[in-house]
């Protein structure tokens, strides 16, 4: 599954934004779908990820109550809905698909070309 994300942008502090992860030639329902962020000079850290099946969902302590991971298996995407977004939220935003459902970014085989989101008034 090679995966694109899509949906970044610049928004001030307060803002919102909605990623998008598409696969290209496969099906996503199958697969756990993570996002993960990265900033210059931090590691990757984990962001929030969802099942396949039951539609479990898992978020870092610094987004939740502020980001929603949702799928959408007719539509083959995964969305993450970011609202009350702060400076901290910057930086690259990757998805990743696996065969497991794990917060761990190296459980993830499949990734994406990330989208920079920048928060900044």
């Known amino acids: 599954v090679q995966l694109q994300a899509s949906g970044g942008g610049n928004v001030q502090p307060g803002g919102s934004l909605r990623l998008s992860c598409a696969p290209s030639?496969?099906?996503?329902?199958?697969?756990?779908v993570g996002w993960f962020r990265q900033t210059p000079g931090k590691e990757r850290e984990g962001v929030s990820c969802i099942s396949p099946d039951d539609g479990s969902t898992w978020y870092a302590d610094s987004v939740k109550g502020r980001f929603t991971i949702s799928r959408d298996n007719a539509k083959n995407t995964v969305y993450l809905q970011m609202i009350s977004l702060e400076p901290e939220d910057t930086g690259v935003y990757y998805c990743a698909s696996s065969t497991m459902f794990s917060r761990q970014s190296t459980r993830y085989d499949r990734w994406g070309q990330g989208t920079l989101v920048t928060v900044s008034s």
């Open positions: 030639g496969s099906t996503l329902g199958y697969y756990a």
